[in-house]
């Protein structure tokens, strides 16, 4: 589950 919180952080700032 927390791996799911470490994914979005990491996303985002691929997004970015």
Same mark, same amino acid.
């Given at each position: 589950?927390? *791996? =799911? *919180?470490?994914?979005? =952080? =990491? *996303?985002? #700032?691929?997004? #970015?």
């Amino acid at each position: 589950m927390c *791996s =799911l *919180s470490h994914f979005g =952080l =990491l *996303s985002a #700032f691929l997004q #970015f």
